[in-house]
């Protein structure tokens, strides 16, 4: 049974760096892009970024592009998200997702996931 784990979440000031990991077992997800999407109270789940199976392509959304860098290690079956310069409005539950038909023109669609981790909370206070 495929799943995704996330973690690394928290509770920290405006500016504080965090690293959140995402672990992938269960299945092979080889071919598969990998993705970050948030969803803060009340919003729709939004795109955060995504890297394709071999790191060599990665999409970040503007609003956290220069801050936010997705990576993989695919030896750990493991994505993270590397976050530094956190604002108050990065404040929501961070999710990792598995897409096995995402391209360039739907990468930012949650619906094009397949699989979902159940999140981990990230809290920026100002």
């Given at each position: 049974?495929?799943?995704?784990?996330?973690s690394?979440g928290?509770?920290?000031?405006?500016?504080?760096?965090?690293?959140?990991?995402?672990?992938?077992?269960?299945?092979?997800?080889?071919?598969y892009?990998m993705?970050?999407?948030?969803?803060?109270?009340?919003?729709?789940?939004?795109?955060?970024?995504?890297?394709?199976?071999?790191?060599?392509?990665?999409?970040?959304?503007?609003?956290?592009?220069?801050?936010?860098?997705?990576?993989?290690?695919?030896?750990?079956?493991?994505?993270?998200?590397?976050?530094?310069?956190?604002?108050?409005?990065?404040?929501?539950?961070?999710?990792?997702?598995?897409?096995?038909?995402?391209?360039?023109?739907?990468?930012d669609?949650?619906?094009?996931?397949?699989?979902?981790?159940?999140?981990?909370?990230?809290?920026?206070?100002?």
């Amino acid at each position: 049974q495929a799943q995704l784990v996330e973690s690394g979440g928290g509770l920290v000031q405006a500016g504080a760096s965090l690293r959140l990991s995402c672990a992938a077992s269960g299945r092979t997800f080889t071919g598969y892009v990998m993705g970050w999407f948030r969803q803060a109270p009340g919003k729709e789940r939004e795109f955060v970024a995504a890297i394709a199976w071999s790191g060599r392509q990665t999409y970040t959304a503007n609003s956290v592009k220069g801050r936010f860098t997705i990576s993989k290690d695919n030896a750990q079956n493991t994505v993270y998200l590397q976050m530094i310069n956190l604002e108050p409005e990065d404040t929501a539950l961070y999710f990792c997702a598995a897409g096995r038909y995402v391209s360039t023109s739907n990468y930012d669609l949650p619906r094009i996931y397949n699989y979902w981790g159940q999140g981990t909370q990230v809290t920026v206070s100002s």
